[in-house]
């Protein structure tokens, strides 16, 4: 058992890093505060490769494992944790169209959204069907070779600055549940669809979200994704590696936390003495550190399971996304505890990470939804034994 990165690994982590550190963090309280969505980066960032991380290579993705993708997007949330998890959503549609459009879709859509040159929201929750998600009510009815698309879909990222959405749609009827769902990627600028206002947010201001109503939206039926009722099991694959993905958003933003912190410590002085010299706070410093380590190994044995298709990967997606972003946004809460009054204005980036990782917790399945689906796991026969 080998917990080093590859050499492979190095390379993609060096590689984000310098991105990240010259593209992303001189922008990112600008970003922020003004709430600027930098699509140039974005395309940029695609250039690079981040904008098709896991998707194949015959449409213009790199093709790379969840393992390897996570060494990437860590060090990109590192520098804003916002752009890093709106690219995260983008790699998560990209990839549903890359595997479950038909060729034609493919053809179309595959390279230019892998490339950045076009985006993409995943559009799954509702006004009145959040954590339930097999409860969505937004229609698709068949007519002649269209379908028509009619409901609306709530807190959606990238909505109204982004050109393709992937809907979860019901086809069957409600009693069907989530045998009734299936898939659509809809054109954002089709006839029909229609944006709300720009919800003004605690945090993630680097990236748009919106409200997005559907009225007699007509899309091709040859733009279905998968077979007719297989949506939520194409959204729910999406959502182990998406949990995946924002689980790791929190590792970088814990981790530029925790840099900022070991800095300050050792240059702030207080009473005569550096905060460092102060046992009580290297204790802090300690715990701090412990709590990421031990996240990303959860995130990083989780990315392991679902490369390897493991019959339990999905609890240990959910796992990891539990753990890892309560204790990202633990670490982000006490560097900012650390920093003082420093850490509580915006001319340090301590604030803003802290705000930003809170919603980790919310989204891609709130935390209790995650204690649900491992609990429920929990209960079967032999689970003691064979999740170890």
Partial sequence: MNFDLSDEQLAFQDAARAFALGEMAPHAAEWDEQAIFPRELIGAAGEMGFC???SPEKNGGMGLSRMDTMVIVEELAAACPSTAAFITIHNMATWMIANWGQESLQSEWGEALTSGQKLASYCLTEPGAGS?????????KVDGNDYIVNGSKAFISGAGATDILVVMTRTGTVAE???GITAIAIPADTAGIHYGKKEVK?????QPTRTITFDNVRVPITHQLGDVGEGFKIAMRGLDG???NIATCSLGAAQAALNATQSYMLERKQFGKTLASFQALQFKLADMATKLVTARQMVR??????D???PDKT???AMAKQLATDLGFEVCNEALQLHGGYGYIREYPLERLMRDARVHQILEGSNEIMRVIIARRMLEENATETLR
């Fill in 177 to 179: 549940g989530a045998r």
């Fill in 52 to 54: 098709g991380m896991y």
């Fill in 242 to 244: 998406g949990r995946i």
């Fill in 202 to 206: 605690m945090g993630w201001n680097s």
């Fill in 308 to 310: 390897q298709n493991h």
């Fill in 301 to 306: 044995l989780a990315a392991f399971k679902l």
């Fill in 315 to 317: 609890t240990y997606c």
């Fill in 132 to 140: 339930d998600a097999a409860s969505l009510s937004t229609s698709a």
